[in-house]
Protein backbone atom coordinates (compact mmCIF):
# COMPACT_ATOMS: atom_id res chain seq x y z
CA UNK A 1 0.00 0.00 0.00
CA UNK A 2 1.47 3.47 -0.95
CA UNK A 3 0.93 5.60 2.24
CA UNK A 4 0.86 8.65 0.25
CA UNK A 5 -1.08 11.68 1.71
CA UNK A 6 -4.31 10.82 0.42
CA UNK A 7 -4.18 7.17 1.59
CA UNK A 8 -2.99 8.88 5.27
CA UNK A 9 -5.86 11.14 5.39
CA UNK A 10 -8.49 8.05 4.41
CA UNK A 11 -7.02 6.17 7.28
CA UNK A 12 -7.08 8.88 9.73
CA UNK A 13 -10.91 9.70 8.51
CA UNK A 14 -11.57 6.20 8.57
CA UNK A 15 -10.27 5.81 12.11
CA UNK A 16 -12.37 8.38 13.31
CA UNK A 17 -15.60 7.97 11.45
CA UNK A 18 -14.85 3.87 12.92
CA UNK A 19 -14.69 4.89 16.52
CA UNK A 20 -17.18 7.73 16.32
CA UNK A 21 -20.26 5.73 15.16
CA UNK A 22 -20.05 3.11 18.29
CA UNK A 23 -21.17 5.96 19.76
CA UNK A 24 -23.31 8.26 17.36
CA UNK A 25 -25.28 4.52 16.98
CA UNK A 26 -26.18 4.49 20.04
CA UNK A 27 -26.90 8.65 20.40
CA UNK A 28 -29.11 7.78 17.84
CA UNK A 29 -30.99 4.66 19.21
CA UNK A 30 -30.52 5.39 22.73
CA UNK A 31 -33.33 8.42 23.62
CA UNK A 32 -36.05 5.85 21.54
CA UNK A 33 -35.97 2.87 23.27
CA UNK A 34 -35.97 5.17 26.65
CA UNK A 35 -38.75 6.97 25.80
CA UNK A 36 -40.26 3.81 24.64
CA UNK A 37 -39.60 1.90 28.35
CA UNK A 38 -40.88 4.98 30.06
CA UNK A 39 -43.63 5.52 28.02
CA UNK A 40 -45.06 1.54 29.21
CA UNK A 41 -43.88 2.19 32.54
CA UNK A 42 -46.13 5.13 32.77
CA UNK A 43 -49.02 3.92 31.23
CA UNK A 44 -48.68 0.02 32.58
CA UNK A 45 -48.50 1.58 36.13
CA UNK A 46 -44.71 -0.98 35.39
CA UNK A 47 -41.67 -0.26 37.56
CA UNK A 48 -39.25 -2.17 35.46
CA UNK A 49 -40.19 -0.30 32.89
CA UNK A 50 -39.42 3.18 34.54
CA UNK A 51 -36.07 1.59 35.91
CA UNK A 52 -34.83 0.83 32.64
CA UNK A 53 -35.82 4.09 31.52
CA UNK A 54 -33.39 6.04 33.86
CA UNK A 55 -30.80 3.35 34.12
CA UNK A 56 -30.09 3.08 30.33
CA UNK A 57 -30.48 7.23 30.38
CA UNK A 58 -27.45 6.74 32.70
CA UNK A 59 -25.39 4.91 29.95
CA UNK A 60 -26.61 7.42 27.22
CA UNK A 61 -24.99 10.12 29.16
CA UNK A 62 -21.45 8.33 28.31
CA UNK A 63 -22.36 7.73 24.77
CA UNK A 64 -23.54 11.41 24.04
CA UNK A 65 -20.28 12.84 25.65
CA UNK A 66 -17.76 10.51 24.01
CA UNK A 67 -19.90 11.17 20.63
CA UNK A 68 -19.62 14.92 20.96
CA UNK A 69 -15.47 14.94 21.14
CA UNK A 70 -15.68 12.60 18.29
CA UNK A 71 -17.85 14.43 16.05
CA UNK A 72 -15.64 17.62 16.44
CA UNK A 73 -12.81 15.54 15.76
CA UNK A 74 -14.91 14.89 12.36
CA UNK A 75 -15.79 18.42 11.62
CA UNK A 76 -12.34 19.58 12.04
CA UNK A 77 -10.97 16.78 9.93
CA UNK A 78 -12.83 17.64 7.24
CA UNK A 79 -11.61 20.89 6.63
CA UNK A 80 -8.15 19.92 7.67
CA UNK A 81 -7.45 16.60 5.56
CA UNK A 82 -10.25 17.34 2.56
CA UNK A 83 -9.36 20.73 2.00
CA UNK A 84 -10.76 20.82 -1.76
CA UNK A 85 -13.64 19.03 -1.07
CA UNK A 86 -14.96 21.94 2.00
CA UNK A 87 -13.92 24.92 -0.97
CA UNK A 88 -15.84 23.22 -3.49
CA UNK A 89 -18.83 21.67 -1.72
CA UNK A 90 -18.55 23.96 1.13
CA UNK A 91 -21.14 26.18 0.43
CA UNK A 92 -23.16 23.60 -0.90
CA UNK A 93 -23.64 21.71 2.39
CA UNK A 94 -23.01 24.68 4.94
CA UNK A 95 -26.65 24.14 5.97
CA UNK A 96 -27.18 20.98 7.33
CA UNK A 97 -23.56 21.17 8.99
CA UNK A 98 -25.22 24.36 10.63
CA UNK A 99 -28.33 22.54 11.09
CA UNK A 100 -27.10 19.68 12.69
CA UNK A 101 -25.06 21.36 15.18
CA UNK A 102 -28.40 23.22 15.59
CA UNK A 103 -29.92 19.89 16.63
CA UNK A 104 -27.60 18.88 18.72
CA UNK A 105 -27.66 21.61 20.80
CA UNK A 106 -31.47 21.25 21.35
CA UNK A 107 -30.61 17.53 22.17
CA UNK A 108 -28.25 18.49 24.73
CA UNK A 109 -30.35 21.18 26.90
CA UNK A 110 -33.47 18.81 26.88
CA UNK A 111 -31.20 15.92 28.08
CA UNK A 112 -29.64 17.78 31.29
CA UNK A 113 -34.02 18.62 32.14
CA UNK A 114 -34.71 15.13 31.47
CA UNK A 115 -31.75 13.29 33.29
CA UNK A 116 -32.70 15.82 36.64
CA UNK A 117 -36.18 15.91 36.60
CA UNK A 118 -36.91 12.46 37.58
CA UNK A 119 -40.15 12.38 40.38
CA UNK A 120 -40.18 16.00 40.09
CA UNK A 121 -43.64 16.79 38.25
CA UNK A 122 -46.86 14.99 40.22
CA UNK A 123 -48.10 13.94 36.67
CA UNK A 124 -45.09 11.56 35.12
CA UNK A 125 -46.29 12.31 32.04
CA UNK A 126 -44.52 15.63 31.91
CA UNK A 127 -41.05 14.16 32.51
CA UNK A 128 -41.44 11.55 29.89
CA UNK A 129 -42.73 14.57 27.47
CA UNK A 130 -39.44 16.49 28.06
CA UNK A 131 -37.66 13.23 26.50
CA UNK A 132 -38.81 13.91 23.26
CA UNK A 133 -36.99 17.00 22.42
CA UNK A 134 -34.45 14.70 23.31
CA UNK A 135 -35.09 11.87 20.37
CA UNK A 136 -36.14 14.59 18.35
CA UNK A 137 -32.95 16.32 18.26
CA UNK A 138 -30.66 12.80 18.35
CA UNK A 139 -33.18 11.83 15.20
CA UNK A 140 -32.97 14.80 13.28
CA UNK A 141 -29.10 15.49 14.07
CA UNK A 142 -28.37 12.48 11.71
CA UNK A 143 -30.71 13.02 9.67
CA UNK A 144 -28.69 15.79 8.48
CA UNK A 145 -25.30 14.48 8.67
CA UNK A 146 -26.55 11.81 6.30
CA UNK A 147 -27.93 14.69 4.03
CA UNK A 148 -23.98 15.80 3.66
CA UNK A 149 -23.16 12.09 2.79
CA UNK A 150 -25.97 11.69 0.35
CA UNK A 151 -24.51 15.18 -1.25
CA UNK A 152 -21.49 13.42 -1.93
CA UNK A 153 -22.87 10.34 -3.55
CA UNK A 154 -25.50 12.20 -5.42
CA UNK A 155 -24.14 16.18 -5.71
CA UNK A 156 -26.62 18.38 -7.08
CA UNK A 157 -28.02 22.14 -6.01
CA UNK A 158 -25.41 24.20 -7.61
CA UNK A 159 -23.64 24.67 -11.02
CA UNK A 160 -20.32 24.34 -11.80
CA UNK A 161 -18.60 27.64 -13.34
CA UNK A 162 -14.71 27.44 -13.85
CA UNK A 163 -13.91 25.52 -11.00
CA UNK A 164 -16.19 27.25 -8.27
CA UNK A 165 -19.47 26.11 -7.36
CA UNK A 166 -21.77 28.70 -8.15
CA UNK A 167 -26.24 29.68 -7.71
CA UNK A 168 -25.99 27.25 -4.79
CA UNK A 169 -29.88 25.90 -3.87
CA UNK A 170 -29.15 24.65 -0.05
CA UNK A 171 -32.30 22.93 0.23
CA UNK A 172 -32.30 21.30 -3.22
CA UNK A 173 -28.40 20.02 -2.09
CA UNK A 174 -29.60 18.67 1.27
CA UNK A 175 -32.59 17.14 -0.55
CA UNK A 176 -31.04 14.76 -3.59
CA UNK A 177 -31.86 11.91 -4.36
CA UNK A 178 -29.75 9.78 -1.92
CA UNK A 179 -31.25 11.51 1.14
CA UNK A 180 -34.29 9.57 1.56
CA UNK A 181 -32.63 6.27 1.75
CA UNK A 182 -29.03 7.51 3.51
CA UNK A 183 -31.48 8.67 6.11
CA UNK A 184 -33.60 6.55 6.61
CA UNK A 185 -31.47 3.37 6.49
CA UNK A 186 -29.00 4.65 9.00
CA UNK A 187 -31.62 6.13 11.37
CA UNK A 188 -33.37 2.70 11.65
CA UNK A 189 -30.04 0.77 11.49
CA UNK A 190 -29.10 2.70 14.46
CA UNK A 191 -32.15 2.06 16.33
CA UNK A 192 -32.06 -1.71 15.68
CA UNK A 193 -28.41 -1.82 16.31
CA UNK A 194 -29.10 -0.28 19.82
CA UNK A 195 -32.51 -2.35 20.69
CA UNK A 196 -29.96 -5.35 20.04
CA UNK A 197 -26.97 -3.98 21.95
CA UNK A 198 -29.28 -3.57 24.94
CA UNK A 199 -31.11 -7.04 24.39
CA UNK A 200 -27.49 -8.25 24.43
CA UNK A 201 -26.77 -7.09 27.86
CA UNK A 202 -30.15 -8.70 29.35
CA UNK A 203 -29.22 -12.02 27.57
CA UNK A 204 -25.65 -12.11 29.02
CA UNK A 205 -27.33 -11.24 32.22
CA UNK A 206 -29.52 -14.28 32.18
CA UNK A 207 -26.99 -16.44 30.74
CA UNK A 208 -25.46 -15.69 34.40
CA UNK A 209 -28.67 -16.64 36.38
CA UNK A 210 -29.78 -13.78 36.78
CA UNK A 211 -33.34 -14.37 36.69
CA UNK A 212 -35.16 -11.37 37.85
CA UNK A 213 -38.22 -10.43 36.29
CA UNK A 214 -36.45 -6.81 35.42
CA UNK A 215 -34.21 -8.46 33.23
CA UNK A 216 -36.49 -10.57 31.47
CA UNK A 217 -38.60 -7.74 30.63
CA UNK A 218 -35.86 -5.99 29.00
CA UNK A 219 -35.08 -8.57 27.09
CA UNK A 220 -38.73 -9.10 25.42
CA UNK A 221 -38.86 -4.91 24.76
CA UNK A 222 -35.68 -5.42 23.34
CA UNK A 223 -36.17 -8.35 21.15
CA UNK A 224 -39.76 -6.84 20.19
CA UNK A 225 -37.47 -3.66 19.00
CA UNK A 226 -34.76 -5.42 17.41
CA UNK A 227 -37.27 -7.39 15.04
CA UNK A 228 -39.08 -4.10 14.16
CA UNK A 229 -36.36 -2.08 13.36
CA UNK A 230 -34.35 -4.78 11.98
CA UNK A 231 -37.15 -5.71 9.63
CA UNK A 232 -37.48 -1.97 8.84
CA UNK A 233 -34.04 -1.32 8.17
CA UNK A 234 -33.98 -4.85 5.28
CA UNK A 235 -36.99 -3.03 3.52
CA UNK A 236 -34.46 -0.24 3.40
CA UNK A 237 -32.38 -1.98 2.06
CA UNK A 238 -34.28 -3.21 -0.64
CA UNK A 239 -34.85 0.64 -1.78
CA UNK A 240 -31.33 1.26 -1.55
CA UNK A 241 -30.74 -1.15 -4.05
CA UNK A 242 -33.20 0.35 -6.27
CA UNK A 243 -31.18 3.95 -5.76
CA UNK A 244 -28.29 2.24 -6.00
CA UNK A 245 -29.17 0.74 -9.78
CA UNK A 246 -30.52 3.98 -10.80
CA UNK A 247 -28.34 6.31 -9.93
CA UNK A 248 -25.07 4.92 -8.93
CA UNK A 249 -25.16 1.42 -11.10
CA UNK A 250 -21.34 1.01 -10.47
CA UNK A 251 -21.68 0.62 -7.02
CA UNK A 252 -24.18 -1.92 -7.04
CA UNK A 253 -22.37 -3.77 -9.74
CA UNK A 254 -19.00 -3.81 -7.76
CA UNK A 255 -21.14 -4.94 -4.78
CA UNK A 256 -22.47 -8.23 -6.75
CA UNK A 257 -19.20 -8.49 -8.96
CA UNK A 258 -22.01 -7.74 -12.17
CA UNK A 259 -19.67 -7.12 -15.25
CA UNK A 260 -21.85 -7.79 -18.71
CA UNK A 261 -25.21 -5.76 -18.60
CA UNK A 262 -28.26 -8.11 -18.93
CA UNK A 263 -31.54 -9.26 -17.70
CA UNK A 264 -32.46 -11.79 -15.44
CA UNK A 265 -29.44 -11.19 -13.20
CA UNK A 266 -28.49 -13.40 -10.34
CA UNK A 267 -27.19 -12.14 -6.99
CA UNK A 268 -23.84 -14.10 -5.74
CA UNK A 269 -22.92 -14.34 -2.15
CA UNK A 270 -19.29 -15.39 -1.57
CA UNK A 271 -17.37 -16.41 -3.69
CA UNK A 272 -13.65 -15.85 -5.23
CA UNK A 273 -13.38 -13.80 -8.09
CA UNK A 274 -10.40 -13.96 -10.90
CA UNK A 275 -10.02 -10.08 -11.91
CA UNK A 276 -8.78 -11.12 -15.41
CA UNK A 277 -11.65 -13.28 -16.50
CA UNK A 278 -14.36 -12.33 -14.19
CA UNK A 279 -15.14 -15.86 -13.53
CA UNK A 280 -16.60 -16.57 -9.91
CA UNK A 281 -15.42 -19.65 -8.18
CA UNK A 282 -17.23 -20.84 -4.50
CA UNK A 283 -19.74 -18.54 -4.78
CA UNK A 284 -23.52 -19.10 -4.83
CA UNK A 285 -25.43 -17.72 -7.15
CA UNK A 286 -29.30 -16.25 -6.96
CA UNK A 287 -31.50 -16.27 -10.40
CA UNK A 288 -32.83 -13.42 -10.85
CA UNK A 289 -32.53 -11.83 -7.23
CA UNK A 290 -30.23 -8.98 -8.20
CA UNK A 291 -32.33 -7.77 -10.88
CA UNK A 292 -35.23 -7.47 -8.65
CA UNK A 293 -33.28 -5.89 -6.10
CA UNK A 294 -32.43 -3.43 -8.72
CA UNK A 295 -35.30 -2.89 -10.63
CA UNK A 296 -38.35 -4.55 -8.45
CA UNK A 297 -38.79 -7.28 -11.72
CA UNK A 298 -37.15 -10.73 -11.94
CA UNK A 299 -36.05 -9.93 -15.58
CA UNK A 300 -35.41 -6.15 -15.30
CA UNK A 301 -32.20 -5.37 -17.11
CA UNK A 302 -29.38 -4.67 -14.73
CA UNK A 303 -25.96 -2.42 -15.95
CA UNK A 304 -22.67 -4.15 -15.84
CA UNK A 305 -19.67 -2.87 -14.42
CA UNK A 306 -17.53 -3.18 -17.80
CA UNK A 307 -19.61 -0.08 -19.05
CA UNK A 308 -17.44 1.87 -16.85
CA UNK A 309 -14.04 3.16 -17.32
CA UNK A 310 -11.81 1.14 -15.37
CA UNK A 311 -10.38 4.16 -13.26
CA UNK A 312 -13.89 4.46 -12.44
CA UNK A 313 -14.62 1.10 -10.92
CA UNK A 314 -14.82 0.81 -6.83
CA UNK A 315 -13.01 -1.47 -5.53
CA UNK A 316 -14.26 -4.92 -5.92
CA UNK A 317 -14.13 -6.51 -2.51
CA UNK A 318 -16.95 -4.04 -1.49
CA UNK A 319 -18.50 -7.22 -2.60
CA UNK A 320 -17.30 -9.04 1.04
CA UNK A 321 -18.54 -5.67 2.72
CA UNK A 322 -22.13 -6.42 1.05
CA UNK A 323 -22.81 -10.00 2.17
CA UNK A 324 -21.63 -9.88 5.73
CA UNK A 325 -23.44 -6.56 5.79
CA UNK A 326 -26.51 -8.22 4.70
CA UNK A 327 -26.25 -11.43 6.28
CA UNK A 328 -25.94 -9.80 9.77
CA UNK A 329 -29.10 -7.75 8.75
CA UNK A 330 -30.67 -11.28 8.19
CA UNK A 331 -29.38 -12.58 11.34
CA UNK A 332 -31.13 -9.60 13.09
CA UNK A 333 -34.61 -10.45 12.15
CA UNK A 334 -34.29 -14.41 12.02
CA UNK A 335 -32.93 -14.47 16.13
CA UNK A 336 -35.61 -12.36 17.19
CA UNK A 337 -38.25 -14.51 15.19
CA UNK A 338 -36.59 -17.76 16.93
CA UNK A 339 -37.22 -15.69 20.29
CA UNK A 340 -41.01 -15.25 19.64
CA UNK A 341 -41.79 -18.50 18.27
CA UNK A 342 -39.80 -20.20 21.18
CA UNK A 343 -41.70 -17.87 24.29
CA UNK A 344 -44.94 -17.83 22.48
CA UNK A 345 -46.12 -20.24 25.24
CA UNK A 346 -46.32 -17.97 28.76
CA UNK A 347 -43.40 -19.26 31.04
CA UNK A 348 -41.24 -21.18 28.72
CA UNK A 349 -37.74 -21.08 29.48
CA UNK A 350 -35.63 -19.73 26.42
CA UNK A 351 -32.77 -21.79 26.06
CA UNK A 352 -29.08 -21.21 26.61
CA UNK A 353 -28.31 -21.64 22.87
CA UNK A 354 -30.77 -19.29 22.06
CA UNK A 355 -29.52 -16.66 24.61
CA UNK A 356 -25.88 -17.30 23.07
CA UNK A 357 -27.36 -15.91 19.73
CA UNK A 358 -28.65 -12.88 21.33
CA UNK A 359 -25.73 -11.70 22.96
CA UNK A 360 -23.61 -12.25 19.37
CA UNK A 361 -25.81 -10.38 17.81
CA UNK A 362 -25.43 -6.83 19.70
CA UNK A 363 -21.28 -6.85 18.71
CA UNK A 364 -22.71 -8.41 15.04
CA UNK A 365 -25.35 -5.33 14.93
CA UNK A 366 -22.52 -2.83 15.85
CA UNK A 367 -20.16 -4.92 13.14
CA UNK A 368 -22.73 -4.30 10.24
CA UNK A 369 -23.11 -0.28 10.98
CA UNK A 370 -19.17 -0.74 10.48
CA UNK A 371 -19.41 -3.01 7.24
CA UNK A 372 -22.35 -0.33 6.02
CA UNK A 373 -20.49 2.99 6.41
CA UNK A 374 -17.31 1.44 4.78
CA UNK A 375 -19.41 0.04 1.81
CA UNK A 376 -20.71 3.48 1.68
CA UNK A 377 -17.90 5.22 1.33
CA UNK A 378 -15.04 2.65 -0.65
CA UNK A 379 -17.98 2.16 -2.89
CA UNK A 380 -17.97 5.63 -3.65
CA UNK A 381 -14.56 5.95 -4.82
CA UNK A 382 -12.41 7.25 -6.97
CA UNK A 383 -14.81 10.03 -6.26
CA UNK A 384 -15.37 12.28 -2.95
CA UNK A 385 -18.03 14.48 -4.66
CA UNK A 386 -19.43 11.90 -7.58
CA UNK A 387 -18.79 13.18 -11.24
CA UNK A 388 -17.48 16.52 -9.94
CA UNK A 389 -13.98 15.83 -7.76
CA UNK A 390 -11.99 12.70 -7.06
CA UNK A 391 -10.68 11.48 -4.03
CA UNK A 392 -7.22 11.91 -4.76
CA UNK A 393 -7.20 15.31 -5.67
CA UNK A 394 -9.06 16.40 -2.69
CA UNK A 395 -6.80 15.76 0.30
CA UNK A 396 -4.47 17.86 1.80
CA UNK A 397 -0.99 18.18 0.99
CA UNK A 398 0.36 18.23 4.24
CA UNK A 399 3.60 16.55 5.50
CA UNK A 400 1.82 15.97 9.23
CA UNK A 401 -0.41 13.39 8.18
CA UNK A 402 1.02 10.80 9.54
CA UNK A 403 1.82 12.23 13.11
CA UNK A 404 -1.92 12.92 13.65
CA UNK A 405 -2.57 9.60 12.45
CA UNK A 406 -0.55 8.50 15.19
CA UNK A 407 -2.25 11.08 18.03
CA UNK A 408 -5.35 10.59 16.99
CA UNK A 409 -4.94 6.88 17.41
CA UNK A 410 -3.99 8.03 20.92
CA UNK A 411 -7.05 9.70 21.85
CA UNK A 412 -9.76 7.14 20.74
CA UNK A 413 -7.67 4.10 22.86
CA UNK A 414 -8.22 6.95 25.50
CA UNK A 415 -11.67 7.38 25.29
CA UNK A 416 -12.40 3.89 24.13
CA UNK A 417 -11.15 2.43 27.39
CA UNK A 418 -12.22 5.51 29.62
CA UNK A 419 -15.68 5.13 28.37
CA UNK A 420 -15.77 1.52 29.04
CA UNK A 421 -14.63 1.42 32.78
CA UNK A 422 -17.21 4.31 33.71
CA UNK A 423 -19.76 2.37 31.93
CA UNK A 424 -18.83 -1.00 33.80
CA UNK A 425 -18.30 0.68 37.19
CA UNK A 426 -21.37 2.89 36.72
CA UNK A 427 -23.83 -0.48 36.56
CA UNK A 428 -21.60 -2.50 38.74
CA UNK A 429 -21.90 0.24 41.41
CA UNK A 430 -25.85 0.79 40.77
CA UNK A 431 -26.74 -2.92 40.27
CA UNK A 432 -30.61 -3.72 40.01
CA UNK A 433 -32.76 -2.58 43.04
CA UNK A 434 -34.30 -5.93 44.75
CA UNK A 435 -37.59 -3.63 45.44
CA UNK A 436 -38.17 -3.35 41.99
CA UNK A 437 -39.28 -6.85 41.99
CA UNK A 438 -40.79 -6.50 44.82
CA UNK A 439 -43.38 -4.16 42.83
CA UNK A 440 -42.55 -1.09 44.53
CA UNK A 441 -41.13 2.55 43.54
CA UNK A 442 -37.43 2.21 42.97
CA UNK A 443 -35.61 4.88 44.89
CA UNK A 444 -33.69 7.51 42.03
CA UNK A 445 -30.88 9.35 43.48
Request: proline letters at 5%; aromatic letters at 12%; a positive charge.
Amino acid sequence: MNLDQTMLARILTMMTLSFHIIFATLGVGMPLVISIAEFLGIRRGDDHYLQMAKRWSKGYTVTVAVGVVTGTCIGLQLSLLWPTFMKLGGDAIALPLFLETFAFFFEAIFLGIYLYSWNRFSNPWIHWALGIPVLVGSSLSAFFIMTVNAFMNAPQGFKLQDGKIVDVQPILAMFNPATPTKAGHMILSAWATTAFVLACLAAYRMLKGNKQEYVKKALRLTMVLSLVFSSGTALYGDLAGKYLAKHQPEKLAAAEWHFDTGTQASLVLGGVLNEQTHEISYGVKIPYLLSFLATGSPTGEVKGLNEVAKDLQPPLFVHYLFDAMAGIGSYMVLVPLLYFLWTRKRGREVPKGLMRLIVWGGPLAMLAIQLGWVFSEVGRQPWILVGYLKTGASATTSAHVGSMVILFGLLYVFLGVAASRVLLRMFRNNPIPADVDQGREPHVA
